[in-house]
């Protein structure tokens, strides 16, 4: 590669519209992902996302900077000259073996779905073991087109591998950036990646996106349906949350990047889980259209049956581990209002109970956790006398105390005991035969 310096401007042959397009059509979160994606892509094992703020608390400027293998002058003129046609469809893997994620080239443009300027700086080292420095910079006002400035790193230079990129003018409208909810979006887009690559280290915002403090258990199988006479395989992977979050089952290629989420279709009481099926049969039926028609296809409708009923079995059987794990941490809280083990089948059955409505209460009205240890242990012994006394108490309790929504309280509902409806009825004469009275006592 000559070693000298280079300045030029880079057009995109694509109309300006469609790259506008591209790029209003990515959601903040999104697009952040699609560049760490970029950085993973690039064989990074530190990946980190800088969220700078305004006086308000704003965001101001983002940055991604990774440890990659960096892009040197002539790849990153080929790249940002055109649309589609990535690097990425010639290869399968990185070259450090890990499965490459994106292919179509597009992920780039998403940083101007998040603000006007965007700027990559990069160092990286050609096959003589030379270092280059790259800068490429463009605003969403001309988006076709790019300034690349590019030359050699002088020798005797310290310098590190890798890539800055670097997204400014953020304005108000891009919300979602920063707080619990991008993190946990963060964890549920990278843990599996990170537990499949464990070197890899990712931070955002100051917080490491760990797996193991977003991921309880993770249970894999392997399963076979037949459709039409004909048999197809796939990895299952069911995976248990410890960080609240949507559930779903997720149609993955062999490798594991998900194609298309459907509904998990099981209650799981409170429980996080998701399901990933792994095949490379949704990337098949991705390309042909298939994927469209959703559990419609035979070969989907399927493999989501099974899955389900894996995850059915999985709550089952798992039920009473986690159980006491909740207790367990309930006590360790110092709000666990029962002292003593249960004796006999009433209390078994009253402890049960409270550990399933305790933990739907945490869930659906997170303001139990904002009030502090000593509202938390109120509520819970407030909770143990509700169910001491019966379904009618507890009902009761729910509805006034808590301040239930309706919707709250129909999900519920279909949890706890029933109420007895107490009907007026006529006295009964003395020739009218008595009927027998059945009472429901607390389900556990």
Known sequence: MARKKVSKQVEVAVQKDHLRKLAKTRHPVHAVQELIWNSLDA???SVEVIIERNLWGGVQRLA??????????????????????????????????????????????????LGRLVSWDSIAMDDDGDFYSCRVEASGDMIDRFLLAAGPVAKGRQVTVGTKVTVDEIPESVHGLIGEDVITAMHDKFSLYLVKYPRVKMVYDGEAIDPHAAISNIESCNVCVEVDGESVEADVDIVEWKRKGPRGIYLCDSDGFSVQDVPLG????????????KSEIFQTLLASGGLSVG????????????TRELVGDYYERSSKRVAIERVKGWRDEGVYPFGAAPKGPIETAQQQTFVLVANEVEERVPEVQKHGQKAKRLLFRLLRDAIERGPDQLHVMLAQALELTNA?????????????????????????????TASRSVDA
């Open 266 to 277: 099981k209650s799981t009481h409170g429980r996080r889980i998701t399901a990933h099926i």
């Open 43 to 45: 064989d990074a094992k």
């Open 295 to 306: 559990d419609l296809h035979p070969v989907v409708r399927a493999l989501l049956n099974r």
């Open 64 to 113: 991604v900077i990774d440890d990659g293998e960096g892009i040197l002058p002539g790849r990153a003129q080929a790249a940002f000259e055109r649309l589609g046609g990535s690097w990425k469809q010639e290869l399968q893997v990185t070259p450090k073996g890990r499965k490459l994620h994106g292919q179509e080239g597009k992920g780039r443009f998403a940083a101007f779905s």
């Open 408 to 436: 709250q309280q129909q999900e519920l509902a279909e949890l706890l005991p029933k109420p007895k409806v107490k009907s007026k009825r006529k006295p009964k004469s003395a020739a009218e035969p008595k009927r027998a």
